[in-house]
């Protein structure tokens, strides 16, 4: 389960917990192949027969380590780190490393739910969750979600629920 249960208030269900999809990572992995392919073919032109050479490689390694760690690692620790879920009273956000963030937003403040699925998400039946919210936050972009498609309709039912029993601000007055 990626969200933890001490969010969640009293009585309050969880319906949905993920993260993004694995398929978010092929950027970094591919970071981390360029990054060890760029050091080898270095270190196999320069070689290591002088002193000079030798310190020039040891440049290029830690050039490439710092390039690893900056466009594989933090990706990596990023996505770990970054999950949503909707229970039957908000939608919940919240990502960082060292800082953490996150924001909720109530069900009843959602005008506008809808998705993107591109052609490379296709194959991994994953796509980007848009949810258009009529407080300050404005859009909010969930982006690699699993079975995106199936998620738009379990915050659909529970959209739908709301308005069932009347509590939602959005239809009232009208």
């Known amino acids: 389960m990626a ?6 208030n009293p009585g309050e269900k969880l319906v949905v917990s993920c993260r993004q999809h694995p398929k978010a990572l092929f950027g970094p992995i591919l970071a981390l192949v360029f990054f060890l392919a760029v050091g080898v073919a270095l270190q196999v ?7 000079a050479t030798l310190w020039t490689s040891r440049v290029v390694w830690i050039i490439c380590a710092v390039g ?15 999950v949503y ?3 039957d009273r908000r939608l919940i956000t919240r990502r960082g490393i060292l800082t953490r963030q996150g924001h909720d937003i109530p ?5 506008d739910l809808s998705i993107e699925i591109n052609l490379i998400d296709r194959p991994f039946g994953c ?3 848009v949810v258009t919210d009529a407080s ?20 659909n039912e529970l959209l739908h629920a709301l308005d069932g029993r009347g509590h939602n601000p959005r239809t009232e007055g009208v």
């Open 107 to 111: 069900l009843s403040r959602i005008s």
């Open 45 to 51: 032109v320069l070689g290591t027969d002088s002193d």
């Open 136 to 155: 300050t936050f404005g859009v909010v972009r969930l982006n690699d979600i699993p079975q995106v498609e199936a998620t738009q309709r379990q915050i």
């Open 3 to 8: 969200i933890s249960s001490k969010l969640l």
């Open 127 to 129: 796509g980007s969750l």
């Open 68 to 82: 690893i760690l900056w466009f594989t690692v933090r990706p990596f620790f990023d996505w770990l780190t970054t």
């Open 85 to 87: 879920g909707v229970t």
